[in-house]
T-cell receptor, first 111, second 114 residues
Framework: GEDVEQSLFLSVREGDSSVINCTYT??????LYWYKQEPGAGLQLLTY?????DMKQDQRLTVLLNKKDKHLSLRIADTQTGDSAIYFC???????????FGTGTKLQVIP | DAGVTQSPTHLIKTRGQHVTLRCSPI?????VSWYQQVLGQGPQFIFQ???????GRGNFPDRFSARQFPNYSSELNVNALLLGDSALYLC?????????????FGPGTRLTVL
């Protein structure tokens, strides 16, 4: 079955690194995504990783995938106050767009 | 360039009523997906349409239906509204239907059922 879990809240100081974790249960997941949602704004795709990859880096963002443990993480380097938002982990199966989202992690960045 | 637009932005209905939500995709995008986001939770997939055909359906009752028009805009209809239907309804458009075809989300329609 499909189930994506995340911790609810993370607080970091500005300039530190943030690590947001996610676990999923469907081993046939093809793509795994990280979305950002700011108050009053729609969801924004930050990055995605194909299930046969272990790592993907994009500027300040690093995604790590441990397929054996079904664990996905998003590391944000040099976290800024503008990174404060809710971050959703999501998966799709079979390369299609029926995307299953996690419950979201609220990231609070303290100046 | 306009992004995904949704109307109305807010809506208040009473139990048992019917509601129609509208979505206009980004120009050139042929796929539209609908999601329901209950407060404090992640979005849940409702439908995907591509080239006016339903390509995917989530675990929602038959009270939920949708369609896509020749100009690729879409409507989501919900009949016999329940209190639990109160949520933010998000529309997303993409050029294609593969997992790598980025979905662009609209700002959503906030539905309140009293």
């Amino acid at each position: 079955g499909e189930d994506v879990e995340q911790s609810l809240f993370l607080s970091v100081r500005e300039g530190d690194s943030s690590v947001i974790n996610c676990t999923y249960t469907d081993s046939s997941s093809t793509y795994l995504y990280w979305y950002k949602q700011e108050p009053g704004a729609g969801l924004q795709l930050l990055t995605y990783i194909f299930s046969n990859m272990d790592m993907k880096q994009d500027q300040r963002l690093t995604v790590l995938l441990n397929k054996k443990d079904k664990h996905l993480s998003l590391r944000i380097a040099d976290t800024q106050t503008g990174d404060s938002a809710i971050y959703f982990c999501a998966e799709s199966i079979g390369g299609y767009q029926k995307v299953t989202f996690g419950t979201g992690t609220k990231l609070q960045v303290i100046p | 360039d306009a992004g995904v637009t949704q109307s109305p932005t807010h809506l208040i209905k009473t139990r048992g009523q019917h509601v129609t939500l509208r979505c206009s995709p980004i120009s050139g995008h042929k796929s539209v997906s609908w999601y329901q986001q209950v407060l404090g939770q992640g979005p849940q997939f409702i439908f995907q349409y591509y080239e006016k055909e339903e390509r995917g359906r989530g675990n929602f009752p038959d009270r939920f239906s949708a369609r896509q028009f020749p100009n690729y805009s879409s409507e989501l209809n919900v009949n016999a509204l329940l209190l639990g239907d109160s949520a933010l309804y998000l529309c997303a458009s993409s050029a294609g239907t593969s997992g790598t075809s980025e979905q662009f989300f609209g700002p959503g329609t906030r539905l309140t059922v009293l």
